[in-house]
Nanobody
Framework: QVELVESGGGLVLPGGSLRLSCAIS????????IGWFRQAPGDERRFVTA???????HYADSVKGRFTISRDTAKNVVYLQMNTLKPDDTAIYYC???????????????????WGQGTQVTVSS
């Protein structure tokens, strides 16, 4: 049984920073692709970033240069460092895990088998 638990969301001013964490149990990070997705009210779930089992990382264009995904394989935790936050970044952020996800499918949320409960990020003055 693979479980993912997100933490670290909250309210932040525009231009501020937050770090989200995703703690994974039941499977090693070296066997999983872990993605972060976000969903704003009335919008579809959108890809933010992912780190593959090999450690390579991928980003949506909207967050390149502002967000950084990293992982600690010893702790089995994935982090999402978010800098220069904008009101458009406001959403529920979900951590997701999957196996056998090919590179061309990494941004598709339907390719991930395991999901966390989500954490709210609100960017507002």
């Amino acid at each position: 049984q693979v479980e993912l638990v997100e933490s670290g969301g909250g309210l932040v001013l525009p231009g501020g920073s937050l770090r989200l964490s995703c703690a994974i149990s039941g499977r090693s990070l070296r066997q999983l692709t872990i993605g972060w997705f976000r969903q704003a009210p009335g919008d579809e779930r959108r890809f933010v970033t992912a780190v593959r089992y090999s450690g390579t990382t991928h980003y949506a264009d909207s967050v390149k240069g502002r967000f950084t995904i990293s992982r600690d394989t010893a702790k089995n935790v994935v982090y999402l460092q978010m800098n220069t936050l904008k009101p458009d970044d406001t959403a529920i952020y979900y951590c997701a895990g999957g196996t056998g996800i090919i590179l061309s499918s990494i941004s598709g949320h339907r390719n991930y088998n395991y999901w966390g409960q989500g954490t709210q990020v609100t960017v507002s003055s």
